[in-house]
T-cell receptor, first 119, second 114 residues
Framework: GAVVSQHPSRVICKSGTSVKIECRSL??????MFWYRQFPKQSLMLMAT?????????EQGVEKDKFLINHASLTLSTLTVTSAHPEDSSFYIC???????????????FGEGSRLTVL | AQSVTQPDIHITVSEGASLELRCNYS??????LFWYVQSPGQGLQLLLK??????LVQGIKGFEAEFKRSQSSFNLRKPSVHWSDAAEYFC????????????FGGGTRVLVKP
């Protein structure tokens, strides 16, 4: 089946530093990827929609300068948390939408998540 | 705006017993509905989805869900629970067939007693 990989799975950083999280679709192309944030024991909240070759679309209340998203290719989207603070500590999950053609067309596939801890 | 409500935060069930997780949605048009399962510290795995057609949907791991438009519900069921089913379950509604911009419910944590 289709696989979405996130890296790193866990990251610990100091307050004020920037952290980059990668989301890769390993065996399919994805023009659209989504970034979610999940606080402990809570649900997933959509942060932004990442579109290949264009600017990301952010949900209301999400700081675009804080959470930089780049979707440079059909298989890779990156989320950079800039000047991270402890309140940015969370579980970040990406999902990728498979392009038309082949089985599971249009279905969303989720990565395994990246746990960010900001000290 | 679309929204999803999972009324039960926690459910404890004995192994071998049946399980039903409730999901109610609010959406202006025909919804595309999903159930996902999440193990601790892991990503999401799709259990099943409903786009159209037969309102009783079969999924993986022995799960099924029934779409009831009149009740705006999409409840998940399993006849006999296994210890490995202990996890967090999320119901979600999407705007398009691909599940574009999914809105998730708050989740239901399932605990399985031996």
């Amino acid at each position: 089946g289709a696989v979405v990989s996130q890296h790193p799975s866990r990251v610990i950083c100091k307050s004020g530093t920037s952290v980059k999280i990668e989301c890769r679709s390993l065996d399919f192309q994805a023009t659209t990827m989504f970034w979610y944030r999940q606080f402990p024991k809570q649900s997933l909240m959509l942060m932004a929609t990442s579109n290949e070759g264009s600017k990301a679309t952010y949900e209301q209340g999400v700081e675009k300068d804080k959470f930089l998203i780049n979707h440079a290719s059909l298989t890779l989207s990156t989320l950079t948390v800039t000047s991270a603070h402890p309140e940015d500590s969370s579980f970040y999950i990406c999902s990728a939408r498979r392009l038309a053609g082949g089985p599971n067309t249009g279905e969303l596939f989720f990565g395994e998540g990246s746990r960010l801890t900001v000290l | 705006a679309q929204s999803v409500t999972q009324p039960d935060i926690h459910i404890t069930v004995s192994e071998g017993a049946s399980l039903e997780l409730r999901c109610n949605y609010s959406y202006g048009a025909t919804p595309y509905l999903f159930w996902y399962v999440q193990s601790p510290g892991q990503g999401l795995q799709l259990l099943l989805k409903y786009f159209s057609g037969d309102t009783l949907v079969q999924g993986i791991k022995g799960f099924e869900a029934e779409f009831k438009r009149s009740q705006s519900s999409f409840n998940l069921r399993k006849p006999s629970v296994h210890w490995s089913d202990a996890a967090e379950y999320f119901c979600a509604v999407g705007a398009l067939a691909a599940g574009n911009k999914l809105t998730f419910g708050g989740g239901t944590r399932v605990l399985v007693k031996p």
